[in-house]
């Protein structure tokens, strides 16, 4: 049976998962084996950016290679590259060129604005400099659309959808953290395409989890679960990135399982909830967001979500890593943590659970910190 595809604003159709390349820059070698192992599990799309090292130039002479072999899915390749926000009209206008050069291709289906995480970057897009370059980079045949990432707010990102200017969108969106499904929900009613990033380690680190985690999502892995459940969503694609051919074990298992969650997946994600809620007890923080904006900016229910991690499923590994990157990661996460608390109250009778918030702010910064990991990139 042939692998189903989803709908991607007006561009081609895209595999349930999408390849990243972003773990694969080791070698040309090392993309070239990926790559094949995509297309070996039924994968179409791909997903690259100048920022991921020589992603796009290995990416380009594998292409040209297995091109050669007659290695090539029906409709051919979909690809995805990235252009960050702010350039000029002419910086932008070479950016788009040497994009197209190192992945030596005329044309690609799809340009993502790099990260519009703050007001300036959707302004750069919508009447800036920005919103006459992207409209030359589809007059011109060398995009056939435009579309976003975005790790900024929840108000931001419902803006950018509605500006109408947008075919596609890449979210995190996760199954530890649902806030922004209805965001993607609301891009899909638009005829927006979703694809989840990082669905795997900003997910959760799902690739590396605690016993209990494994023991909650039994039978399925944690990985299997978390997939499943975006899938379930009615979202266009997800992200894979793969650095070996057995990373693509999983996506092979799920390429066509986009259909609703069966019984025992139900079973599963409800034992995942009440056990998370048992273990946390009284200090379970329900993410309503009422708690916020916060006097002195702590994005509470992002701390608050890291211990409930923390404490919930023993993700201590990613919570720390999570919350040591808050302020050292620019506009791409938060940028308070909970140390800037003042203990000014005013967000405890905002909580319908009554949580003494700045106490658990307090635990949450005490739990949390330390030494943080570096970046993949950037």
């Keep these: 049976m042939a692998p189903f595809r989803h709908a991607f604003g007006r561009s081609s159709e895209v595999s349930l998962f999408t390849l990243g390349t972003m773990r694969a820059i080791c070698s040309i070698e090392q993309m070239t084996t990926v790559l094949r192992g995509a297309f070996d599990v039924g994968i179409n799309h791909i997903e690259t950016a100048p920022v991921y090292g020589p992603a796009e130039s290995f990416l380009g002479?594998?292409?040209?290679?297995?091109t050669r072999q007659g290695i090539v899915p029906d409709g051919g390749w979909v690809i995805t590259s990235k252009l960050l926000p702010g350039l000029s009209y002419y910086d932008g206008k070479k950016a788009i060129s040497a994009i197209l050069e190192r992945l030596g291709k005329s044309h690609i289906d799809n340009l993502a604005i790099h990260g519009i995480n703050r007001k300036e970057h959707l302004k750069w897009a919508l009447t800036g400099e920005g919103s006459d370059l992207l409209r030359w980079a589809e007059e011109t045949g060398?995009?056939?659309?435009?579309?976003?990432?975005?790790?900024?707010?929840?108000?931001?990102?419902?803006?950018?959808?509605?500006?109408?200017?947008?075919?596609?969108?890449?979210?995190?969106l996760h199954l530890f953290d649902q806030q922004r499904i209805p965001l993607a929900k609301r891009a899909l009613a638009k005829g927006i395409g979703v694809m989840a990033i990082s669905p795997a380690d900003k997910g959760g680190h799902l690739h590396t989890p605690s016993s209990i985690l494994v023991d909650d999502c039994r039978p399925f892995t944690p990985l299997e679960i978390?997939?499943?459940?975006?899938?379930?969503?009615?979202?266009?694609?997800?992200?894979?990135?793969?650095?070996?051919?057995?990373?693509?074990?999983?996506?092979?298992?799920?390429?066509?399982?986009?259909?609703?969650?069966?019984?025992?997946?139900i079973t599963v994600l409800n034992r995942l909830k009440n056990r998370c809620f048992l273990r946390l007890g009284e200090?379970?923080?329900?993410?309503?967001?009422?708690?916020?904006?916060?006097?002195?900016?702590?994005?509470?229910?992002e701390v608050l979500r890291l211990r409930n991690l923390a404490v919930g499923y023993d993700m201590q590994v990613f919570a720390k890593e999570r919350y040591n990157l808050i302020g050292k990661a620019g506009h791409w996460w938060e940028e308070v943590d909970a140390s800037a608390c003042m203990d000014c109250g005013k967000c405890i009778p905002l909580c319908p659970n009554d949580l003494n918030i700045p106490q658990l702010l307090e635990d949450t910064h005490r739990r949390l910190m330390s030494s943080p990991s570096r970046r993949l990139w950037g």
């Design 226 to 265: 978390a997939y499943r459940f975006l899938l379930s969503t009615g979202i266009s694609t997800l992200t894979i990135g793969a650095s070996k051919i057995e990373d693509l074990k999983l996506p092979k298992k799920l390429i066509n399982a986009d259909g609703p969650l069966d019984l025992e997946e």
């Design 283 to 301: 200090t379970f923080c329900g993410q309503c967001r009422r708690c916020i904006p916060c006097p002195q900016d702590v994005p509470i229910p």
């Design 61 to 66: 002479k594998s292409l040209q290679k297995l």
């Design 142 to 172: 060398l995009v056939s659309q435009v579309g976003f990432s975005s790790h900024g707010s929840h108000e931001l990102i419902q803006e950018t959808l509605d500006s109408e200017r947008f075919q596609f969108c890449s979210l995190h």
